[in-house]
C-alpha cells in the first residue's frame, strides 16, 4: 500500500502535487490507518505539544509511568520505543509520516502497551498525521515563535497547534478505555487559553504562580515550583511535596510538572509520581554530561533556537565553571535563517570562546550559515583570534574545544543533541552523532 501511494506521487508533477498535497497527506494518513486497522482505537494515546520541552516531556511521563507498574510506548524527537524496547530515533524526523506512526501504534497494541505518547508537532499536523490517530489526552506545554518561514507566521504556527486540541472532539470514545478525553495545560503560557477553548470532558492546569486566567475556570489545577539547581540536581515542588532530582535546570521542574500532570490525569498516586520524577534519568542529548578525565564537563543539548539557548546559559551558570567554550552551528533548509545570529550572538555574549560549526546545511551553502552564526558571534563583540574560530568539520570542532579544555571549564555542544546524522545537500544523510564523537575523542 505505502509503496503504491508514493509510486502515483512520484509521476504526479511538481506544481500539481502543491496543489493537491493536503488531500494526498490526509489520504495518505487514513490508508495507514486503514492498513494497520487503527490500532490507536485499542490503547490510550497521549499527545504532546508546544514549542519546547516535548521530548523530554515525553521521556519523563513514559519513565514515570513504568515507574507505577504500566507499559509504555512512544515516539520521539529523540527516542523511540515499541513498548519492549527503545532505541535512539536516526529518522531526523519527530512525527514521521510513510505509514510508521500508525505501524509504532500497531506494535505498541502488539505488545500490549497500557499508555502510547505520541510527540505531535506542528508540520505533522499541516501533513494531517494527527488524523485517524485517537486521542485521550493531549498536553499544551508551552508556545513561543519557531517554525516562522515554515509555517509562514506565528499566527499561523499557533493555528496548527491548536488544530491538534480541536481534533480531540473527532476522537470516538474507547469501550475499553475509562480515561476521559483530556486537555492538560501550562497555565503560566501567556497563549493556554488558546488551547483550553477546544471541548474536552475533563481540563487540567499547571502552574507555578496562580493561575487565575478566565478560560482556566472549571479546570483543575495542579501547582508546582523549582526551587533550586544544587550539586545533585534540581530541588522542586510538586502538589504539595518537595522533590529532589538529578535534573539541571529550572525547565526540568516543568517538564517534569508537565508529565507528572498527565500521570494524575492517568490515575497514577501522588508518591507513584513522586518517586517518579525522583528517578528520573536524563535524556539522550538534552543536558547530556559526558564528564572529562582532565576534571571538565561536556554538555550536549538538543538548543538550537534562542530560547532554549538562554535557558541553557542560565543553567550552566548554576555550575561555576570558570570557562564556557560552545561549539554550535545553524541549520539549513529555510529553517528560520533570522535566529542565526541571534544564538550566535548569544553564545559571543556568555561563553569564553565560541567555535562556528557545519550542522545540517540539506542544500544550503555551509559556508554561507555559518557565516550568518559568527556574524552574532562577532556583534557581541568576539573576533577570529579573539574569542571566535570556525571550523567547518564538526568532529574537528568538537575536538579543537576538548583539547583546550581545562580543569573546570565546561564545553557546551548544541544544536544535534542525540541525532544520529548530519543532513547535507541531495537527501544525503552523514552518520554522526555528537556524544559518540566526545567519548571516542576522550576514551571515556
Same mark, same amino acid.
Given at each position: 500500500m505505502e509503496r503504491i501511494l508514493f509510486f502515483i506521487k512520484k509521476y504526479i508533477p511538481r506544481r500539481l502535487f502543491r496543489t493537491v498535497q493536503p488531500f494526498y497527506h490526509f489520504v495518505i494518513n487514513f490508508c495507514a490507518a486503514l492498513w494497520y486497522g487503527f490500532p490507536s482505537r485499542r490503547i490510550i494515546v497521549v499527545g504532546v505539544t508546544g514549542t519546547t520541552g516535548k521530548t523530554t516531556t515525553v521521556?519523563?511521563?513514559?519513565? *514515570?509511568?513504568?515507574?507505577?507498574?504500566?507499559?509504555?510506548?512512544?515516539?520521539?524527537? /529523540?527516542?523511540?520505543?515499541?513498548? $519492549?524496547?527503545?532505541?535512539?530515533?536516526?529518522?531526523?524526523?519527530?512525527?514521521?509520516?510513510?505509514?510508521?506512526?500508525?505501524?509504532?501504534?500497531?506494535?505498541m497494541r502488539r505488545n500490549a502497551c497500557d499508555v502510547a505518547i505520541i510527540e505531535t508537532t506542528s508540520e505533522g499536523i499541516v501533513?494531517?498525521?494527527?488524523?485517524?490517530?485517537?486521542?485521550?489526552?493531549?498536553?499544551?506545554?508551552?508556545?513561543?515563535p519557531e517554525h516562522i518561514e515554515s509555517h509562514g507566521s506565528f499566527d499561523a504556527y499557533k493555528a496548527a497547534k491548536v488544530r491538534l486540541f480541536k481534533h480531540l472532539a473527532r476522537c470516538a470514545k474507547k469501550r475499553a478505555v475509562s480515561v476521559k478525553?483530556? *486537555?492538560?495545560?501550562?497555565?503560566?503560557?501567556?497563549?493556554?487559553?488558546?488551547?483550553? /477553548?477546544?471541548?474536552?470532558?475533563? $481540563?487540567?492546569?499547571?502552574?507555578?504562580?496562580?493561575?487565575?486566567?478566565?478560560c482556566a475556570r472549571g479546570a483543575e489545577r495542579l501547582r508546582y515550583a523549582y526551587k533550586e539547581t544544587n550539586d545533585t540536581g534540581v530541588k522542586m515542588h510538586f502538589n504539595g511535596s518537595?522533590?529532589?532530582?538529578?535534573?539541571?535546570?529550572s525547565f526540568s521542574a516543568t517538564n517534569s510538572a508537565a508529565a507528572a500532570s498527565v500521570a494524575y490525569a492517568l490515575g497514577v498516586t501522588h508518591d507513584d509520581i513522586i518517586r517518579g520524577i525522583e528517578n528520573l534519568p536524563d535524556v539522550p542529548g538534552r543536558m547530556e554530561r559526558i564528564n572529562a578525565p582532565e576534571g571538565y564537563m561536556v554538555i550536549v543539548d538538543y538548543a538550537f533556537e534562542p530560547v532554549a539557548m538562554r535557558r541553557l546559559y542560565e543553567t550552566v551558570a548554576h555550575l561555576k565553571p570558570q570557562r564556557i567554550i560552545h561549539v554550535l552551528g545553524g541549520t539549513g533548509g529555510g529553517r528560520d535563517r533570522a535566529r542565526r545570529p541571534k544564538i550566535g550572538a548569544i553564545a559571543g555574549k556568555n561563553a569564553h570562546s565560541v567555535i562556528v560549526t557545519n550542522e545540517d546545511p540539506y542544500d544550503e551553502d555551509p559556508q554561507r550559515?555559518?557565516?550568518?552564526?559568527?556574524?552574532?558571534?562577532?556583534?557581541?563583540?568576539?573576533?577570529?583570534?579573539n574569542g571566535l574560530v570556525i571550523v567547518p568539520d564538526r568532529r574537528d570542532a568538537i575536538r579543537m574545544a576538548l583539547v583546550h579544555a581545562q580543569a573546570g571549564d565546561i564545553v557546551l555542544i548544541t544544536g544535534k543533541g542525540s541525532e544520529q546524522a548530519i543532513c547535507v545537500a541531495e537527501g544525503r544523510m552523514v552518520p554522526h552523532d555528537d556524544r559518540a564523537v566526545v567519548r571516542e575523542i576522550l576514551g571515556v
Open positions: 521521556f519523563f511521563l513514559a519513565h *514515570i509511568l513504568r515507574h507505577a507498574g504500566m507499559r509504555v510506548g512512544y515516539t520521539s524527537t /529523540a527516542l523511540l520505543s515499541d513498548g $519492549k524496547r527503545d532505541w535512539l530515533n536516526d529518522k531526523k524526523m519527530t512525527m514521521l509520516g510513510r505509514f510508521f506512526t500508525q505501524k509504532m501504534l500497531a506494535r501533513q494531517y498525521r494527527h488524523r485517524f490517530i485517537n486521542y485521550d489526552i493531549l498536553l499544551f506545554t508551552g508556545l513561543y478525553k483530556t *486537555i492538560i495545560a501550562n497555565c503560566d503560557d501567556e497563549h493556554v487559553c488558546a488551547f483550553l /477553548a477546544p471541548w474536552a470532558e475533563r $481540563k487540567i492546569v499547571f502552574s507555578q504562580k496562580k493561575c487565575e486566567k478566565e518537595e522533590v529532589q532530582t538529578r535534573l539541571l535546570g550559515i555559518m557565516e550568518d552564526v559568527a556574524r552574532g558571534v562577532r556583534a557581541a563583540g568576539k573576533s577570529e583570534g
